[in-house]
């Protein structure tokens, strides 16, 4: 072993074959010609086996390296596979439309709402409220005889004994197309002596043309009833008798989304001085491309605007508005809204606790780990609901201090147990920290978000507001598949702006878009929006 290290060493130092014989006590100058041949023969050969087997050393070592690296991503790959094999609408941002017939855990709730205990519909106790006396327009009526009496010559004279022991009322409605006519009259005035004219109201444009009642209920079916062009072309001619085209009708639509587009500033306008607000977005196809919805919204306004983006470009351009608002921001913890520094930040944690529930299918031997941090969180949420219910308007600084030191330590004993994965020397760029490290690193880095909820009272635990301002998109999206344009987007965005915000401020459908029509809904919203 000496004297392999021993030539090893000269080897390194790069010594000639008369320095390696000298080392060894061999005068090379002493031998015959065919042993001093024989001999440097000899520890040439040595030098070569030795840098062969420096060599093999080496390749041996970065094959173990490889090993390794291959065994963790076969093993991170095998726990991507189980987690998107239970992928679920409980553990991940997936809605529960895309989950099909077969919903997984049939038997057992997995949803993050918390079940009340009680059955559906009234409870013990409640006073039913039927159908009462609705006062018609018109009133038609049945008269029900005893059977024997139909066929009887004396029917005619015992109505007027007969009793009447019960009745029953079946509401029915009935459309009756009304035509408007507007005549306009002149006259040689006989006391000024001119010609006079009348004047038709401004909305008459043309000598045909429809009212407001058939705008009123294309626009509801297009945008509440989800119908398409075609759908509600057809539904139209029938149920109003009168023949109307699909140009029409998208004309229809498309001037009621400008209108809308005017007056969007005025909930534009409320959303930027808001306390509070929640920000979200989902993709949708247009012209064959994924496009971006972005919505921003609280519970009395909300704002939709469609971009080609998604990132902070499309958060601060033209259509967005968060970079001229203050208060405090509900996001799902994307990291562009982050650049958003004149904003307090918070974290749904509803989206925390679906990514704990995918983190205890990737992680099988560590559910009991996971299970406490959501039972920290939910154990945070009740303390406020509880002192909320109390008539409280803060929680106590020690209280939220005790909070935070339990998931400091909690996600301390998490980045000891999950750590970063080792470097293999594959040149497959750079290796992620994985997905359960990355939540941990993200409650750590963003504590003050996560906590935000508790420190004001005003921010709500999670981001469902927004989520629930996107269900119509989906919706649309379920039925439409895509928007055949860009364009096409833009006005849905427009027209549910002024639609949930109507909604979310008690003002019926039919009111607000009549208002749209007529000019009237800027005033409007801005006196519910005050």
């Known amino acids: 072993m000496e004297f392999t290290e021993k030539l090893k060493e000269l080897i390194k130092n790069g010594a000639t074959v008369a320095d390696v014989a000298s080392a060894f006590g061999l005068d090379m100058s002493t031998l015959p010609p065919e042993w001093f041949m024989f001999m440097s023969n000899m520890i040439m050969f040595s030098f070569s086996m030795m840098s062969m087997m420096e060599g093999m050393d080496s390749n041996i070592t970065g094959l173990k390296d490889q090993v390794s690296g291959l065994t963790s991503a076969v093993t991170s790959l095998q726990s991507e596979l189980r987690e998107r094999s239970k992928k679920n609408s409980s553990n991940s941002s997936m809605p529960p439309s895309r989950e099909g017939y077969a919903k997984p855990n049939a038997n057992k709730n997995t949803s993050l709402r918390e079940t009340s205990g009680k059955k559906p519909g009234a409870q013990p106790g409640h006073k039913g409220n039927g159908l009462k006396k609705v006062m018609a327009d018109e009133t038609v009526r ?215 529930r995918a983190a205890k299918i990737r992680e099988k031997d560590d559910e009991g780990y996971f299970d406490g941090i959501e039972a920290l969180l939910l154990a945070m949420r009740k303390t406020k609901m509880d002192a909320m219910e109390a008539g409280k308007d803060h929680l106590e600084s020690t209280e ?95 027209i549910s702006t002024i639609l949930e915000t109507a909604k979310k401020n008690s003002i019926d459908h039919s009111t607000i878009i009549k208002a749209v029509f007529t000019g009237t809904a800027r005033s409007l919203l801005a006196s519910v929006l005050a």
Request: proline share 2%.
């Open 142 to 356: 049945h008269d029900h005889y005893p059977k024997q009496c139909l066929g009887c010559s004396n029917l005619t004279s015992c109505i007027s004994l007969m009793k009447c022991i019960s009745s029953g009322h079946v509401y029915e409605n009935k459309t009756v197309l009304v035509d408007n006519e507007h005549k306009v009259y002149s006259i040689v005035c006989p006391v000024m002596g001119e010609l006079i004219k009348g004047e038709k109201p401004e909305e008459i444009k043309s000598t045909q043309q429809y009212g407001l009642t058939v705008k009123e209920y294309i626009v509801s079916l297009w945008s509440i009833g989800v119908t398409s062009l075609d759908r509600l072309q057809k539904l139209v001619s029938k149920h109003l008798g009168i023949e109307v085209s699909e140009g029409t009708v998208s004309k229809i639509i498309a001037d009621f989304a400008t209108e809308c587009g005017r007056i969007a500033d005025v909930v534009k306008d409320y959303l930027k001085k808001c306390r509070t607000k929640g920000a979200d977005e989902t993709g949708l196809r247009a012209q064959g491309k994924l496009h971006w919805l972005h919505v921003v919204c609280d519970r009395k306004a909300t704002y939709l605007y469609a971009d080609e983006k998604r990132g902070f470009d499309a958060i601060s351009g033209e259509g967005g508005i968060l970079v001229d608002s203050c208060g405090t921001l509900i996001h799902d913890c994307w990291a562009p809204y982050f650049n958003l520094s004149n904003m307090d930040h918070a974290i749904c944690l509803q989206h925390i606790q679906r990514e704990l």
């Open 400 to 494: 939220i201090k005790q909070f935070r030191k339990r998931l400091r330590n909690m996600i301390e004993e998490g980045l000891e147990r999950f750590r970063s994965p080792k470097r293999c020397r594959l040149k497959l760029g750079k290796i992620p920290e994985g997905k359960t490290r990355r939540l941990l690193l993200r409650l750590r880095d963003y504590e003050y978000a996560v906590f935000m909820f508790l420190e004001d009272f005003e921010v709500e635990f999670s981001n469902n507001e927004s989520e629930r301002s996107l269900r119509g998109a989906k919706i649309r999206q379920s039925v439409s598949k895509c928007f055949r344009k860009f364009e096409g987007m833009k006005r849905f965005a427009s």
